[in-house]
């Protein structure tokens, strides 16, 4: 047995992803209102506004089919009338926050993500950014990004979202595998990735981003380095390689369109991961973060050298700022000081906002030891170091971490000193179980339920 299949054997466990922490199955919602989120919020907003901006998340969540390996909260029709009402509900939800927070907002980062949000026209996405414009004020560096669907993004969707400040787009591509393609229910030629790549570049988008996924039910080491072969030829600026997480007692039908033992496990699994990332490396792109990939001139490469890098529920983004808004329904907001998400159903969206309320249905406040922790784990899945020379990040629990943390070291996994913690190049894959053994609300109460997706 190789070192590296028995590392896979012995930390390859369920575990959070880390866009939050605390993660959401630890939320106190009891201790939780809707009060509560606007008094941090608006404390958060009146700290830094001003000095950062906020940046703004918006779901769109329709989708004209399933792909059978999306976990994202989505709505499927081809009924188009429904976008309308949609746009019309966000802005109004974005309305009763700019009533809530008095002061203009200084916007500084929008995200349109889904769901597909080339699912809806031009001309509503057109309504859907001047509304929100149209009370805020623009950041002088501001970063403007959206998610399009290479089978449905026109060129006239490129055109009219960068006239309105879009500088970056990302296109889900997966793989390029038939086979892989039928089983996840997302048919999709190379051809229309070129196409819309290329429309991309000739507008001028200054950053586009490919979303790979591997270790997707049938998918081979072929496979994946044909993607990726066929991805560099197009060579966009960043992309995310994503490893799939497989959770069908959580999805239910949705991640149902193939057998468990379809989907590669552990050491293949794994594989897969690594010789793409050899081959991403050998064609100048920058490991950053987990899962992320970038080009020296991207600005994500460039927050990852400077370590600005920051991490929410939107992913990676190379600016920060302490309060980010999600609009739209089932939309994850943070203030720092604490989560809310809005209702998950379409139907329980919509009756909030008729009753003038903003739709928030549960959330965490939190506690002065959460922020610590999060800190150290922003830091680790930013940065693959943190420290504690800081008084401020110093918690009673670190050494009881840093003994629980001893195993991974003799493993070559991380290095500890009596002031930080850096993660090694063997241990970058392993950062999601770094975490864990920091994960505070994880050690006290394992959950009833298998919730996680596994870490390798």
């Known amino acids: 047995m190789t070192q590296v299949h028995s590392l896979i054997q012995k930390y390859n466990v369920a575990g959070p992803r880390y866009t939050s922490y605390p ?13 509560m989120w606007k008094q941090t919020l608006k404390r958060a907003f009146d700290e830094t506004n001003t000095s950062e901006g906020i940046s703004l998340y918006i779901h769109l969540p329709f989708c ?3 792909c059978t390996f999306c976990g994202c909260h989505k709505r499927v029709t081809k009924r188009h009338e429904v976008e309308q009402p949609y746009i019309q509900a ?3 939800e974005w309305e009763l926050y700019c009533q809530l927070l008095v002061d203009k907002p200084r916007i500084k980062e929008i995200h349109l993500g889904g769901g597909t949000p080339t699912f809806f026209s031009v001309q509503h996405l057109i309504e859907l950014i001047n509304g929100l414009l149209a009370n805020a004020d623009v950041s002088d560096e501001y970063e403007f990004s959206f998610e399009g669907h290479p089978n449905n993004t026109t060129r006239e969707h490129l055109q009219a979202l960068y006239d309105l400040g879009f500088r970056r787009v990302s296109y889900g591509v997966q793989d390029y595998n038939e086979k892989v393609q039928k089983a996840i229910h997302r048919i999709q030629p190379f051809a229309h990735v070129q196409q819309v790549t290329n429309w991309a570049r000739e507008i001028g988008y200054t950053s586009i981003s490919h979303d790979l996924v591997f270790g997707l039910p049938f998918q081979n080491l072929t496979d994946v380095l044909h993607t990726i072969e066929q991805t560099n030829s197009l060579k966009p600026d960043r992309l995310a390689f994503y ?9 239910g039908n949705g991640q149902r369109g193939f057998k468990d033992q379809d989907v590669p496990k552990d050491e293949l699994k794994r594989q897969l991961y690594e010789e793409g990332k050899r081959k991403l490396l050998a064609q100048g792109y920058h490991e950053i973060g987990m899962d992320h990939f970038a080009l020296e001139h991207d600005k994500m490469y460039q927050a990852f050298q400077q370590e600005n890098l920051h991490r929410n529920f939107m ?18 907001s943070d203030s720092w000081y604490s989560f809310a998400q809005n209702e998950k159903t379409l139907e329980d969206y919509y009756a909030r906002l008729e009753k003038n309320e903003i739709p928030v249905y549960r959330g965490h406040l939190l506690t002065e030891e959460d922020l610590v922790i999060r800190q150290h784990i922003l830091n680790l899945m930013c940065c693959f170091s943190t420290s504690w020379q800081n008084e401020a990040l110093y918690f009673p629990e670190l050494p009881e971490v840093l003994a629980q943390l001893e195993e991974m070291q003799n493993d070559g996994l991380l290095k500890i000193t009596s002031k930080d913690i850096q993660v090694t190049e063997q241990g970058k894959p392993f950062v ?3 975490c864990m053994a920091f994960d505070l609300h994880l050690h006290r109460k394992i959950p009833n339920n298998r919730i996680f997706s596994m870490t390798i």
Do not use: C
């Not at 993660?23 to 009060?35: A, G, I, K, N, R």
């Not at 992913?315 to 994850?332: A, N």
């Open 23 to 35: 993660t959401v199955p630890y939320w106190q919602e009891q201790d939780f209102s809707l009060e």
């Open 432 to 434: 999601r179980n770094i």
């Open 90 to 92: 966000v802005l109004k």
């Open 315 to 332: 992913g990676y983004t190379s600016s920060k700022t302490q309060v980010m808004i999600g609009l739209g329904l089932s939309s994850i």
């Open 243 to 251: 490893s799939y997480a497989h959770v069908p007692w959580i999805k």
């Open 64 to 66: 004209e089919s399933l």
